[in-house]
């Protein structure tokens, strides 16, 4: 029997200093990524110990909407120990097996998104269209595959959120605010679909997922137990299926509560 834990990796497994919660004694944290010299992100040493020991006995797959750079930045995660066999990155549209992209599934995902012209160049213009506001402090493209808002949440004005998203699934683009970030996303990329990849090929036979966003919820839906922390994202806007679980903790302690979950889980697979 091959278990596969699919997990996001911010604000389910890793944590800002803002995104944390709770205060953590510094004793308890262990960096896991630094940027511009300062430590950017962290795990508490419980949950790295524990993920470290399950790797042991599951397959576990990172599945981020981080860019190749920004998720070999995270590597703290594994620190010590062999990086997962693969990661999924760029929100699906990227596969690495062992550090490289795998060209055919990034190649099938770039016809999908041309045929359906949601591509880069075609979002652009509407975003100009729309988001001519004050409140938008920079457009960021993600390795020409999708497009990220930096915004200010104080101007924010959340009440047209609801109005955005749906002009914006119309023309094929999903939308999620993620802390100071808004993302725009082709629907032919998805979570869900790269995991299904990565499962078939390890022929794993038990998928637990975990995320805490709206670009999570396809993963967790399409997995056989789905993880979700009470902070997230997808509690408040997203009917919530009935396998999928939302954490009691909030935080950086809700990552813990994750990692203990996908042990006992192992345990009782044993
Ligand atoms: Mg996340």
Partial sequence: MTILFASDLDQTLIYS?????????EDDLQEVER????PQSFMTKKSQEALHQLAKQIFFLPVTTRTQTQYERVTGIYEGEAPPRFAVISNGAVILENGQPIKEWSDRIREQCVSKKTIVEELLPKIDQYFSEDWVLRVRE??????YLIIDREKFPVEKLEFYTKTFKEIGWSMSLQGRKLYFMPESITKAGAMEYVKHRINATYVVAAGDS?????????????LLPAHGEAVQSHAIAEHIE??????????????????????KFE
């Fill in 17 to 25: 200093q803002k995104s944390m919660g709770e205060s953590v004694s």
């Fill in 35 to 38: 940027f511009e010299g300062k």
């Fill in 142 to 147: 993600a390795d020409g595959w999708f497009v």
């Fill in 214 to 226: 709206l670009l999570d919820m396809c993963l967790l839906e399409s997995a056989d137990l789905g």
């Fill in 246 to 267: 939302i954490t009691e903790k909030k935080g950086i302690k809700a990552g813990e509560e994750i990692m203990e979950k996908v042990m006992s889980i192992s345990r």
